[in-house]
């Protein structure tokens, strides 16, 4: 492996223990050391790949998109199916089912807290967000090209079934009683079914 390898897969140790501790606790009590312990490293080895805290926290925020985007990626790659059932296959995949998908909507909750009041965040967010939306809003448009959803906005379509997720997703981590699993997944079957072509 050479330097400039093991360098990378460092980094990303940290950025993997990073996002795992604002998953856990929050933003607020993200501290650098626990960060190190979590990686296995020293604070200091935090410190020569990253200048300040904020540095870590933004890098880790993207990181969690990326990985995200990826996996979704690597899913549309691999997929045999239509575009109408590769969508809805791509809409549940992104429901927080799982201690990791959970733990990745904790991050991405936290980046949005506050990327309220950072202008970096908001640009990070609007980057790499819109990678997710296009993602949904080309397949929608696939679909209508093969006849298996209905003409109309594909991204206006697309906007409505991220936003479904997003609401719904922040409900059920915030434990309501009344956004369930089982109903994230009705809704969004809902949703699905009537943007479908008979």
Not at 34 to 44: E, K, N, P, T
Not at 46 to 57: A, E, N
Not at 151 to 177: C, K, R, T, Y
Request: glycine share 8%; proline share 2%; net charge negative.
């Amino acid at each position: 492996m050479s330097r400039a390898d093991a360098a990378e897969r460092r980094r990303e140790q940290i950025l993997t223990a990073a996002c795992e501790v604002i998953g856990d606790r929050g933003l607020q009590s993200l501290r650098l050391s626990d960060v190190a312990q979590r990686a296995g490293v020293s604070s200091g080895t935090i410190h020569y790949y990253f200048d300040t805290k904020r540095d870590v926290v933004n890098a880790a925020f993207q990181l969690n998109y990326e990985r995200s985007l990826q996996s979704r990626h690597d899913m549309l790659a691999s997929s045999q199916t239509d575009p109408r059932t590769t969508l809805r296959t791509l809409v549940s995949s992104y429901l927080p089912v799982g201690e990791a998908a959970t733990r990745a909507w904790r991050v991405w909750a936290e980046l949005w807290s506050e990327g309220m009041r950072d202008d970096g965040l908001q640009e990070l967010n609007a980057r790499l967000y819109g990678q997710w939306r296009n993602l949904v809003r080309d397949l929608i448009v696939a679909g209508q090209h093969a006849g298996t959803i209905i003409d109309g906005d594909a991204g206006g379509f697309a906007d409505v079934a991220v936003a479904l997720i997003d609401g719904m997703s922040i409900q059920h981590l915030m434990n309501s009683p009344a956004m369930p699993l089982e109903t994230m997944h009705a809704r969004v079957d809902g949703y699905l079914d009537s943007i479908s072509a008979a």
